[in-house]
Nanobody, 124 residues
Framework: QVQLVESGGGSVQAGGSLRLSCTAS????????MGWFRQAPGKEREFVAV????????YYADSVKGRFTISRDNGKNTVLLQMNSLKPEDTAVYYC?????????????????WGQGTQVTVSS
């Protein structure tokens, strides 16, 4: 079992930045690829970014590429999502998730553990 806790959400104006953090406890953090997803009201949960177990491989949704950066610190059991140049359409609840597969996965059903989510609101 892996427990995930997100933090760092909040309200920001368009063009601003936020940094989300997800801290894991339980099983060995470095055994999992870590992903960020988001869900806006009335919409399905969508993929944002993923980082491999080692941190050497990352992959992003087209909608955030060039604006968001995912990283991890296996020594601190933490995965970060740096979000720059935020847009109103980035408004959503953001979730981190852990994937025990060795592949870079982008669909929610492929992830095994989830955090409770943190709200990000971007105003125009």
């Amino acid at each position: 079992q892996v427990q995930l806790v997100e933090s760092g959400g909040g309200s920001v104006q368009a063009g601003g930045s936020l940094r989300l953090s997800c801290t894991a406890s339980g099983r060995t953090f470095s055994n999992y690829n870590m992903g960020w997803f988001r869900q806006a009201p009335g919409k399905e949960r969508e993929f944002v970014a993923v980082v491999s177990r080692s941190g050497l491989t990352t992959y992003y949704a087209d909608s955030v590429k060039g604006r968001f950066t995912i990283s991890r610190d296996n020594g601190k059991n933490t995965v970060l999502l740096q979000m720059n140049s935020l847009k109103p359409e980035d408004t959503a609840v953001y979730y981190c998730a852990a994937d025990r597969r060795g592949t870079i996965d982008t669909t929610p059903r492929e992830y095994d553990y989830w955090g409770q989510g943190t709200q990000v609101t971007v105003s125009s």
